[in-house]
Antibody, heavy 116, light 107 residues
Framework: QVQLVQSGASVKKPGASVKVSCKPS????????INWVRQASGQGLEWMGW????????GYAQKFQGRVTMTRDTSLKTAFMELSSLRSEDTAVYYC?????????WGQGTVVTVSS | DIQMTQSPSSLSASVGDRVTITCRAS??????LNWYQHKPGKAPELLIF???NLQSGVPSRFSGSGSGTDFTLTISSLQPEDFATYYC?????????FGQGTRLEIK
């Protein structure tokens, strides 16, 4: 079955960057887009962007343009999301999710805390 | 991008109540509409896929309907474990988009 395993929690200072990894299993890594979604405390799900693991094509939500970079390492079969210039409002749980047969399969989430 | 409008944004109900949540797309999405349940500290859980298909393992009190632009999620008899936040999500076109969420609270 499809499973996605994400990297562990991070604490970062304002202005720093964070890089979250996501390793899917249960399907061919390059077959399905990976989306990144976050949820800040008390807020709804917020879509950040997507990546095609086959060719590396990406699309980012306008809100994150210039601050987010989604990449992959096909040899490791792992996707990455890097968010730079962190501020306190970026404190959230970050999820990767593979879109398989029109349905999202989710990672367990990675808590990123931005605090001085 | 396709906009998804979910209503209500919050809802108070009692155990045993029948509850309906609606989701409207800004353009036709055929039946490419999924519903998720989200509880704090957990990943969202798929309830209904492609508008009306019940995900394996999900109780039959959950049901979905609709096509085109208008969709509903119905919980026929609320159970204590159903109090959570519910999201619709379209997968008709990239980028995927979510409704704003419906927070279901105990009355």
């Amino acid at each position: 079955q499809v499973q996605l395993v994400q990297s562990g929690a991070s604490v970062k200072k304002p202005g720093a960057s964070v890089k979250v990894s996501c390793k899917p299993s249960g399907y061919i890594f390059t077959s399905y887009d990976i989306n990144w979604v976050r949820q800040a405390s008390g807020q709804g799900l917020e879509w950040m962007g997507w990546m095609n693991p086959n060719n590396g094509n990406t699309g980012y939500a306008q809100k994150f343009q210039g601050r987010v970079t989604m990449t992959r390492d096909t040899s490791l079969k792992t996707a990455f999301m890097e968010l730079s210039s962190l501020r306190s409002e970026d404190t959230a749980v970050y999820y990767c999710a593979s879109l398989v047969a029109s349905v999202l399969h989710w990672g367990q989430g990675t808590v990123v805390t931005v605090s001085s | 991008d396709i906009q998804m409008t979910q209503s209500p944004s919050s809802l108070s109900a009692s155990v045993g109540d029948r509850v309906t949540i609606t989701c409207r797309a800004s353009q036709s999405i055929n039946t490419y509409l999924n519903w998720y349940q989200h509880k704090p500290g957990k990943a969202p859980e798929l309830l209904i896929f492609v508008a009306f298909n019940l995900q394996s393992g999900v109780p039959s009190r959950f049901s979905g309907s609709g096509s085109g632009t208008d969709f509903t999620l119905t919980i026929s008899s609320l159970q204590p474990e159903d109090f959570a936040t519910y999201y619709c999500q379209q997968s008709y076109s990239t980028p995927i988009t979510f409704g704003q969420g419906t927070r279901l609270e105990i009355k």
